[in-house]
């Protein structure tokens, strides 16, 4: 950081003084003669931004990811559920006579149906999807090998499975493997004809066709539909429809949108601790730049008193602080971009890889590193405001004074 400071000063001196004219050349000096306070305070003001935009390349690359993969996942318009407080693996299943009643809903054109159990196999336990689905649907799916095309025949026969990504990582599996699930008949091997990416779940589950799984399984069981209108049908019309045909029956009827809009609102809930985090390092950041200004202050007491005494005013007191702390904040966020991005990359390449299994897309938000130079800007400016002030407002004579 003293090194990259030295540079950058002496790189920004001729706009500094065509900015503010001898106070520029001045401030930008003065952050080189002040180094061992200047270095300190911009390497704590780069860790702090770096971080932000480390943090906030992360959750939006997540954010981002997380979007496209439902858009690839969810793709019935309307799904019901049993109503109830349970969710995903703890989810009840449904009536099978609002299943059979449900199935001849008139405005949909196809239906799938979705089942998900946990199982003890080879001593631990595993999530099983049972799905029956359109083929167009399946298709959408994003895999990380294979290809959703070749997969379908031998998924849909019930020779093959398809695994999440978290799970492949944690088992170290990949496409053209086997895995052993315990069934109503004993223990079956499968090969895996697809992996396919997965926000659902750090843990991964193993997902079948619903064929097979009753083959195997002997659980007529499900606990999730999914309804696609037909052509001139709308959503609205379609749960309408649902809802009739239910009649008595406890459901949760939710449409593509508001499952989308509800899973995204989840996500933002979860990470705003982000933005507190965010906020809290730049607060720690702030106090380590007006600790480091308030030393630069005393040390340079005697310097800043003759400049007063030979016709140094206030205000032109407060511009070469205020250039300096300017200075030094421009150069810790240019300083902070490469840093923050590189460890974006290790928290969604090496991080979460580890900690959850999920490979995610690197997004960079161009407006986020604009918004990173500008609050680093503005918190140097702020904690430079009170020594700018001290020192413009300290008699000269009696820093000469007790410089003696």
Not at 83 to 101: F, H, I, K, Q, Y
Not at 183 to 205: A, Q, V, W
Not at 272 to 287: D, K, N
Request: net charge positive.
């Amino acid at each position: 950081m003293p090194g990259a400071t030295v540079l950058l000063s002496r790189a920004f001196r001729p706009v500094m003084a065509a900015m503010l004219g001898v106070l520029g050349r001045m401030a930008a000096r003065g952050v080189v003669v002040s180094l061992s306070r200047t270095g300190v305070a911009t390497a704590a003001l780069v860790v702090a931004v770096s971080a932000t935009i480390g943090v906030g390349i992360m959750v939006g690359s997540f954010r981002t990811t997380v979007e496209r993969w439902l858009e690839g996942w969810l793709r019935a318009d309307v799904y019901v559920t049993a109503a109830g407080t349970g969710s995903g693996r703890n989810r009840p299943p449904l009536d099978p006579a609002v299943v059979e009643s449900l199935s001849r809903v008139p405005g949909a054109e196809k239906l799938s149906l979705t089942r998900r159990v946990t199982i003890l196999s080879a001593g631990e336990s595993m999530d099983i999807f049972a799905m029956d689905l359109p083929r167009s649907t399946f298709v959408g799916f994003r895999f990380k090998e294979g290809s959703p095309e070749d997969a379908w025949g031998s998924f849909e026969s019930g020779e093959s499975v398809v695994v999440s990504e978290p799970y492949a990582y944690r088992h170290r599996l990949h496409k053209g493997d086997r895995v052993t699930l315990r069934t109503s008949r004993g223990e079956r091997e499968f090969p895996i004809s697809g992996i396919f990416y997965d926000y659902g779940s750090d843990t991964g589950l193993i997902s079948i066709h619903r064929a097979a799984y009753l083959r195997y399984w002997d659980d007529p069981g499900v606990d999730g539909m999914g309804f696609y209108a037909r052509p001139g049908v709308t959503s609205f019309d379609l749960a309408a429809q649902i809802r009739e045909r239910g009649g008595e029956s406890r459901l949760s009827i939710i449409s593509n949108r508001e499952l989308r809009n509800a899973s995204m609102a989840v996500f933002d809930r979860t990470f705003a601790i982000t933005g507190v985090l965010r906020l809290l390092t730049m607060v720690v950041a702030f106090a380590g730049i007006l600790s480091a200004l308030m030393a630069i202050q005393v040390e340079r007491g005697r310097e800043l008193a003759v400049l007063r005494a030979i016709g140094l005013t206030p205000r032109q007191v407060w511009g070469l602080i205020c250039g300096e702390t300017a200075l030094i904040g421009t150069i810790a966020g240019l300083l902070s971009l490469p840093l923050g991005i590189l460890q974006a990359f290790i928290l969604v390449y090496v991080v979460n890889r580890r900690s959850f299994g999920w490979t995610m897309e690197v997004s960079i938000d161009p407006a986020l590193l604009f918004q990173a130079l500008l609050l680093s800007l503005a918190a140097a400016i702020l904690a430079g405001f009170y020594p700018a002030l001290a020192i413009s407002r300290t008699s000269p004579a009696l820093a000469l004074k007790g410089e003696e």
